[in-house]
């Protein structure tokens, strides 16, 4: 595994903060998660290289972001953990491009999202508009910046 930004954890502070201030800001505005996508490629970073520090804090940055929402507290721990153990090494398995996996881990991660997010709440085409513009906009901040 290639080392990236989100393995300093100054860096990785840095994009909490924002992510928790822009959730708080966007919820106004009901773009539902923003930057859930970036948490959860930090969390998988974090359990990957045993950053137990770090991702204190990345579990911390999801409970603000639940509570701000309105979803369960750690449900998106949970959700992050499920797909770590049991999808994530599927996927390892059949692809060999480290890039492209990142791409793919925030994917799953939205559609777990989304199926989370219809149980919870109910779905309907604006939440799901949402949450598609909120997948594009991780995905887009992601291969600029990390």
Known sequence: MTRNNLDNPLFLFIVLVIAITVNTIASIHFLLIMLAGIIFTAFYRCLKK????????????????????????????????????????????????????????????????????????????????SLVV?????LIFFGVFL
């Open 50 to 129: 045993r950053y137990l520090y770090s991702l204190t804090f990345v579990i911390l940055a999801f409970l603000f972001i639940e509570i701000n929402s309105g979803l369960k507290p750690f449900s998106l721990s949970l959700l992050s953990l499920f797909i770590y153990i049991f999808i994530l090494p599927k996927v390892d398995n059949s692809t060999s491009y480290n890039l492209t996996n990142s791409y793919i881990y925030i994917l799953f991660f939205y559609i777990g999202l989304i199926i989370m997010w219809s149980l919870s709440f109910g779905m309907d085409e604006r939440i799901f508009l």
């Open 134 to 138: 909120n997948l594009i906009i991780d």
